[in-house]
Structure formats: structure tokens, C-alpha cells
């Protein structure tokens, strides 16, 4: 009896935590595989533990989530062609796995060895020329970096602390994605805005480059359309009010328009027929003009 007590109230936990996105997920045409792995809360010892060795702290909502469950994971497949093809991943890494993005330079490396920190070029004019967006993170020791979701080969999602001083420690983060070309996009100002998200797009492929300039590739756009349409077409609306910024717009009468050519005038070529007429009429208009001088 009891523990069918606690299996319900566990069930209610997770029901929570995810949303409801489960039984949405199980009611989907060609969705099948829907699994959510059962995690312990964290122990808040480890929590502390954390924040000691990283000198950081970390943000209440995050710390929040890891005293309900340590970490989070939620996959689903589709089924094509008799053959279940995995593609919603939705994942959140626990405490004992947030490691920094930039593991400590090992005394066997190379002293000339090249690493991310090399990608700090750019001048502050540089980045003050932005506009409005917010600046970068760096991989440097001004910004320490955790990973929260390795999104396979697409990017990382990271728990970000900018304007970082050695000894101090950080208490202000975000949550950026760090794409394929090692550039950020800043994703949420906090952990609870970026769990919505993650729920809201079902874990799809490639999901956090709908908020690069760039957007997702074609086949994500496809599985997008399909299983979140109301979402995806929202923000191709948001992005431009036509809904087609990531269309190429071609002009066919522009695109196979070639240059004017100017007519060329050919000249009639005299056939033997017509020479032939032509000479028996002189001749014969000849012989007329002397009979009658006769």
C-alpha cells in the first residue's frame, strides 16, 4: 500500500515537472518511445559542494530544480517505415555532471597548444558596435561556463557567470547556446524561462537556432512544421511579418532574363528557279522591243 503511495506521488512529481508533455507526446500520430528517466533530488550537501569548488552560486530556481530531481531526461521517437527513429531529446545535466565548459590546461599539454581562449580577439569596440545586444561571454577566466545540455553534435547549452574576478565569487548568470561555429546566443535571462522553452519545443532537433540569425536547418524545419506547428509558425511570423525570411525569394522574369538580341534582317537568296524566270523574261521582253522596230 505504501508503495503504490509513493508511485503515485511520484507520478504527480513528474507530471509536474514535466508539464503534462508526456501524455501531449503519447497522443501524437507516429510518436512512440516516449521515456522519462526517474531521478532522486539532490542532496543539498552536494549543492554546496558545487558552489565551493566553482565559486559561483548558483541561481535559486536552478537549485530549486536539482532538490526535486537530480538532472532531467525525456526522449521520444517517431516511427518510419516499421523502424523507430529517435528525435525529441529533451535533458538537463545533474550537479555531479555540470562541469565547466574550459577544463584547467593539463601540465602534459603543449605550452603552445592552441584552445578556445585564442578566440577572445575582439576588441570592446568591436563589441560595443552590436547595438543593443548584450555582450558575449568569453572563454577566458572573465566568464566561467557549465555545461547544462550537450545537444549532440548542434552546440551546448550553457549556464553562463560574465564579468568574472578570480577569488570573487560569481553570482549573476544566463543561459546562452554556444551553435557549431563557436559563436553565443543568449537564450534566457534564467533557468525557469529556459525549462519552458526546452518543454515548449519538445526537445527537437536543433530547436535553440530558431534563436540565432541563421535559424535551423531545412530537415528541422520539416519535423518542426510537423509535430509544432503552432510554435514554429509563430516564429517565423515573429521573425518576419510575411513568414518567409528563411524563403529565397526568386524573380523568374529577373533570374532568366537574358539580353536583348537585336533582329538580324537576312537577305533573300536567289533559288535557279527564279533566275531562270527572271532570264526568260528579259529575253523575251528583248525580242518584243526589236519586232517592233522591224
Not at 559561483?56 to 517517431?78: A, H, K, N
Not at 534566457?188 to 535553440?208: C, D, K, N, V
Request: glycine fraction near 6%; aromatic fraction near 10%.
Amino acid at each position: 500500500m505504501e508503495e503504490t503511495k509513493e508511485s503515485l506521488t511520484f507520478k504527480g512529481v513528474a507530471e509536474r515537472l514535466t508539464l503534462g508533455i508526456t501524455r501531449i507526446l503519447e497522443n501524437m500520430p507516429g510518436v512512440v518511445d516516449v521515456r522519462f528517466v526517474e531521478k532522486e533530488p539532490a542532496e543539498k550537501r552536494s549543492l554546496l559542494s558545487w558552489e565551493q569548488k566553482n565559486t559561483c552560486i548558483l541561481p535559486e530556481d536552478l537549485r530549486d530544480f536539482y532538490l526535486t530531481t537530480d538532472g532531467f531526461t525525456l526522449t521520444w521517437s517517431v516511427k518510419l517505415d516499421n523502424e523507430c527513429v529517435p528525435l525529441g531529446c529533451m535533458m538537463i545535466n545533474s550537479v555531479s555532471t555540470l562541469c565547466p565548459l574550459l577544463q584547467p590546461v593539463s601540465l602534459f599539454s603543449l605550452p603552445n597548444a592552441p584552445s578556445l581562449a585564442d578566440l577572445d580577439w575582439e576588441e570592446d569596440g568591436a563589441e560595443s558596435g552590436r547595438g543593443r545586444a548584450p555582450a558575449a561571454p568569453h572563454f577566458d577566466s572573465r566568464s566561467r561556463i557549465f555545461e547544462l545540455h550537450s545537444c549532440g553534435v548542434n552546440g551546448k547549452v550553457c549556464l553562463v557567470y560574465k564579468n568574472c574576478t578570480t577569488g570573487v565569487v560569481a553570482q549573476q548568470s544566463d543561459i546562452w547556446f554556444l551553435d557549431r561555429s563557436l559563436c553565443w546566443h543568449l537564450l534566457t535571462a534564467t533557468f525557469t524561462s529556459y525549462y519552458r522553452l526546452m518543454i515548449t519545443h519538445l526537445g527537437l532537433p536543433e530547436w535553440q537556432y530558431a534563436f540565432t540569425p541563421y535559424g535551423p536547418s531545412p530537415q528541422a524545419k520539416q519535423w518542426a512544421s510537423l509535430y509544432q506547428p503552432l510554435t514554429f509558425s509563430s516564429e517565423l511570423n515573429f521573425a518576419d511579418p510575411a513568414g518567409d525570411s528563411h524563403l529565397n525569394k526568386l524573380d523568374p522574369t529577373k533570374a532568366f532574363k537574358g539580353k536583348a538580341k537585336v533582329p538580324v534582317l537576312k537577305k533573300k537568296q536567289s533559288t535557279p528557279c527564279s533566275l531562270g524566270s527572271t532570264a526568260k523574261s528579259q529575253s523575251s521582253a528583248v525580242r518584243h522591243h526589236s519586232g517592233g522596230k522591224r
